[in-house]
């Protein structure tokens, strides 16, 4: 599987390429994006080679790397990432949304787009690994159909989301 282009009422999710790197690391610049992920904002040429990295794909041929940037079409900017590993039928997703861009809804626009096009290609199960704390990335979660499973792992809990295939119709 590969990413293509996906189109939400305010978005365009756009394929990854290295050349957004630049105008990324404008949008990913503040250091409270961290606070639940850790690290620090990384800057033009360490974003354009983690990017070049991810382009060319896992090294696992069972593996999908599945990566865009977010294009808010109103303003005429990248906004944010949402990105999708998949193995199978399962799928597992993370989003991040710029600080100037978040509270209006645009993370879970991303979101709710992302996990229709995922399921549109016969991924069942879709999983998401977020911090406790952060109510904002449950709420696009919960927005995305995903739901808590209880589970913690690595200090983040995991959310998830089954989809039962349509039962076949004579």
Known sequence: MSAAAIRTARLDLLPLRVEHAEEMAEVLSDPALHTFIGGTPDGPEAL?????????????????WC??????????CLVGTVQATVV?????IAWVLGARWQGRGLAKEAAQGLVEWLVERAVRVVLAHIHPGHHASAAV?????LSPTGTVHGGEARWELTVRPAPHVR
């Open 48 to 64: 354009r080679a983690r990017y070049e990295r991810l382009v060319v794909g896992s090294p696992d041929p069972a593996v999908s």
């Open 67 to 76: 990566n865009w940037v977010l294009g808010l079409r109103e303003e005429g």
């Open 88 to 92: 199978g039928q399962r799928a597992e």
């Open 141 to 145: 979660a919960a927005a995305a159909g």
